[in-house]
């Protein structure tokens, strides 16, 4: 079984997400997308993110008319900084999982990877599925190589979908009471008006 694992602060999720998870579950034919909403995200340490409790159930309300897409509580429930690698490793190590991940992430996050919690286990543990991310180039793939070795290997480089909307964009014209319709599925867009989420 193939499944697919889509992780984020998700501060908000937005519409941009969605359509990675639905273009990377056709193309590579997955059973299933698991969305992953961190709990703390380790690389945003220095900046505030909202409440877990408001992420989630802002995944919850986005994902719920998808079949195949699911939501998963792992990193929330997890003390501690929030580590790739700790959270496939988790995966791998339920009972009876003999499932084929594949763990989505942008351009941009796949030239920071030399920088992650033991990148070399990890692309042992699953295949890395890169999208494009807008203003992004594509990495050094020869450096990164070098950097951790068998990379290319488990790498499997999309070019679409290329999604120019971004949650500090949505953040910021939520603040500046600017709309957001078509940035984020109506239920999360609702959500963030009842519970004055991002207004100053």
């Known amino acids: 079984m193939k499944i697919g694992i889509l992780g984020g602060t998700f501060d908000p999720v937005h519409n941009g997400h969605i359509k990675v998870a639905e273009t990377v579950k056709a193309q590579l034919d997955l059973v299933k997308v698991v969305f992953v909403p961190a709990g703390q995200p380790w690389l945003k ?6 409440p877990a409790e408001h992420r ?15 939501l998963s509580m ?4 997890r ?21 084929e991940l594949f763990f989505i992430l942008g351009w941009d996050s796949l030239s920071q990877l030399p920088r992650w ?20 180039k594509l990495p050094d793939l020869n450096r990164l190589e070098t950097l951790i070795p068998g990379l290319a290997s488990r790498l499997i480089l999309l070019d679409k979908p290329e999604i120019d909307v971004s949650a500090t964009q949505i953040r910021k014209r939520v603040a500046e009471g ?8 109506a239920p999360v867009a609702d ?7 991002y207004v100053d």
């Open 117 to 136: 919690k033991e990148p070399k286990l990890l692309i042992e543990l699953c295949h890395l599925v890169a999208v494009p991310r807008p203003g992004c």
């Open 178 to 185: 600017l709309p957001i319709h078509g940035l984020v599925p």
């Open 74 to 77: 792992l990193e929330i429930n």
């Open 45 to 50: 340490s220095d900046n505030p993110v909202s």
């Open 191 to 197: 959500y963030l008006k009842q519970h004055k989420l």
């Open 79 to 99: 003390p501690g900084p929030s580590y790739t690698v700790d959270t496939i490793k988790e995966f791998r190590d339920k009972p009876g999982s003999e499932s």
């Open 56 to 70: 989630v159930e802002m995944v919850r309300l986005a994902i719920a008319s998808y079949p195949g897409f699911e």
